[in-house]
């Protein structure tokens, strides 16, 4: 269940990016809410996770999904750019995080 919670804590801290720069464009209430939402929920699950996860594992793979998923998601929904070297080191990130997983 831990590794759900975790999984659960990186997908939520990538809206919490998302919502950041949301915010910056609309500046109301809503992105607000929505973007304390995003961090709360993932420190909540990460928190959560890191009961029975050694806490260096967890941390790592937390930032791994965080940092990976918000570079593909700015990606793929704000235009940034994709060249193959970007993606190379993403996907660098990601392996070392299913590394962790399978060592730990």
Known sequence: MSWIFLLLAGLLEMSGVVMINRYHQHRNWQSLLLLA?????????????????????AYAI????????GAILGILLY?????????????????????????G
């Open 79 to 103: 235009r940034e750019p994709k060249d193959w070297k970007r993606l190379v080191f993403i996907s660098i990130v990601l392996v070392s995080a299913i590394g962790l997983k399978l060592v």
């Open 62 to 69: 937390w930032t791994g999904i965080g940092a990976s998923g």
């Open 37 to 57: 939402a995003g961090f709360g929920g993932s420190f909540l699950f990460l928190a959560l996770a890191m009961k029975t996860l050694p806490m260096g594992t």
